[in-house]
């Protein structure tokens, strides 16, 4: 998932427009290095018009996700043994400065579950938080067929 900065406030035919009108004008644009280059020299699909000021986008390989309708960075897998069938994974919220979207710090858990029905994700502070967030999911998708299942057996007893 390839982003543009949501820091950027035009639309890509106005952001076009100003690239070829400051190219002509030889702008240069701001790389987070504090250098700079000329504006020409930088592909259009690697710059972002931002405070007034050309910013050269940092390149990242992050694999970003939308999980419960936030953008996160997934990290590494963690190897953690309990008797759901789940899955844990670091993760970051993804955040941007104006170079673009900032090193990511690993201080959230990201649970995962797959189904017929499809993959189901949240997240959390803990594998506890995580766990239970996803749990509350899978609850409100299944409900008629956890009660059916969990009232089996008070509706036999009732019937004898």
């Not at 029905?117 to 067929?145: C, P, Q, V």
Request: glycine share 4%; charged share 25%.
């Amino acid at each position: 998932m390839n982003k543009r900065n949501p820091m950027a406030a035009q639309t890509i035919a106005q952001k076009q427009l100003q690239y070829n009108n400051d190219c002509a004008q030889n702008a240069r644009a701001y790389k987070s290095d504090e250098t700079t280059v000329p504006l020409c020299e930088v592909p259009v699909g690697r710059v972002e018009f931002i405070g007034g000021l050309w910013r050269v986008q940092d390149k990242n390989d992050y694999n970003i996700s939308m999980i419960r309708d936030r953008p996160m960075i997934l990290g590494s897998r963690i190897e953690h043994n309990e008797k759901t069938f789940f899955e844990y994974y670091r993760a970051a919220l993804l955040t941007y400065n104006c170079y673009g979207p900032l090193e990511p710090r690993f201080d959230m858990i990201v649970a995962k579950y797959t189904t017929d029905k499809g993959t189901y994700w949240s997240y959390g502070r803990t594998i506890a938080d995580a766990r239970a967030f996803l749990g509350i999911r899978l609850y409100d998708e299944y409900m008629d067929l956890i009660h059916a299942v969990a009232c089996k057996n008070t509706m036999a007893k009732r019937e004898k």
